[in-house]
């Protein structure tokens, strides 16, 4: 497989171009063609973090876009989601929503982005309980929720506390608890499913929208670039001893991006063939444990193979 993902280093998809297909909007890391009430999300294989895009990764959007399929069918009974048909191994059809301004994050261990807060004391944003006493990486009594605000591409997400959020109306209450009480029902799915697979489901952010007077989650479900997740076995050996944690996510970029002294201001470092094929690594691993599923990349020209598949569909 790492031939494979050395071979795909020059053949990434790093924007779609897609002609006649409807308005087009491109975000972070997916370019989406609105058509008749219904989107071709076409997930690229950028890779962001801090709000900026960084380059490309081998498979990353064959990875999300299946693992994101994965889920959509695994949840559908709980929570309704926008997804209709795969058209490609990165290209889904889904139902277009009103986007909420807010993400719904759920994080049952403090880590990341949430333990840089609350070193800095930037935690009481969220306007909940914490101890004074908490370790890295340690596992709250039970998920809590910090979301945030959801910008447009080239501005900072901000956190913020529900009460901000109803406060400046930014969603009404009845639909706001509604997209809690959905996040935390998939988190609860997702969080029972990776640990029969030997993981733990650290924390994840949900994106919902309105279909008429219907709350339905959008966008991605438990994908590494969503989500966190960590190895389970090594997790308590780890933590007692206070070391970092064994990480299959976009977690590892944002690492090598603080080592080399960039966490969001000024411009990024270049990405270098050794930490995209290390993050292809990565997402393959997860991709496997996760489904139960032997990866299948799809080898070659990304933006040739999507065009020939649209077209076969008449799309």
């Not at 910008?151 to 997209?179: F, M, T, W």
């Not at 993050?279 to 991709?287: A, D, F, M």
Request: proline share 4%.
């Amino acid at each position: 497989m790492d031939n494979k993902i050395k071979e795909q280093l020059q053949h990434t998809l790093n924007e779609s171009n897609l002609d006649n297909l409807g308005r087009h909007y491109a975000g972070k890391v997916r370019d989406n063609y609105y058509n008749n009430d219904k989107i071709l999300m076409v997930t690229s294989d950028r890779v962001s973090a801090f709000d900026c895009v960084l380059g490309t990764i081998p498979f990353k959007g064959q990875i999300l876009s299946e693992i994101a399929e994965f889920w959509f069918d695994k949840t559908k009974d709980i929570v309704p989601n926008h997804f209709i048909k795969s058209v490609d191994p990165q290209v889904l059809l889904v139902k277009e929503a009103k986007p909420l301004p807010v993400e719904v994050i759920v994080r049952r261990y403090i880590t990341g982005s949430l333990w840089r807060d609350y070193q800095a004391s930037k935690h009481h944003v969220y306007e909940l309980p914490f101890s004074d006493n908490l370790k890295m990486n340690e596992k709250f009594e039970s998920p809590i929720l910090t979301p945030s605000t959801k910008e447009e591409y080239g501005k900072h997400d901000e956190p913020i506390s529900k009460n901000e959020i109803l406060k400046r109306g930014l969603v009404s209450k009845v639909i706001y608890e509604k997209a809690e009480e959905y996040a935390l029902k998939l988190f609860k799915k997702g969080e029972e499913w990776a640990n029969e697979q030997g993981l733990i489901l650290v924390d994840t952010k949900y994106e919902f929208g309105m279909v008429g007077d219907e709350l339905i989650v959008i966008d991605e479900i438990h994908t590494p670039d969503s989500s966190r997740y960590w190895v389970k076995n090594e997790y308590l050996e780890r933590f007692n001893k206070g070391e970092s944690q064994l990480m299959l996510d976009k977690e590892n970029i944002r690492q090598w991006l603080i080592e080399k002294g960039f966490s969001g201001e000024g411009n990024p470092p270049n990405l270098d063939d050794e930490i995209r094929i290390l993050l292809s690594q990565k997402y393959i691993e997860l991709y496997k444990i996760l489904t139960g599923k032997d990866f299948i990349p799809s080898l070659g020209d990304v933006s040739e193979r999507i065009k020939n598949n649209l077209e076969s569909l008449n799309i």
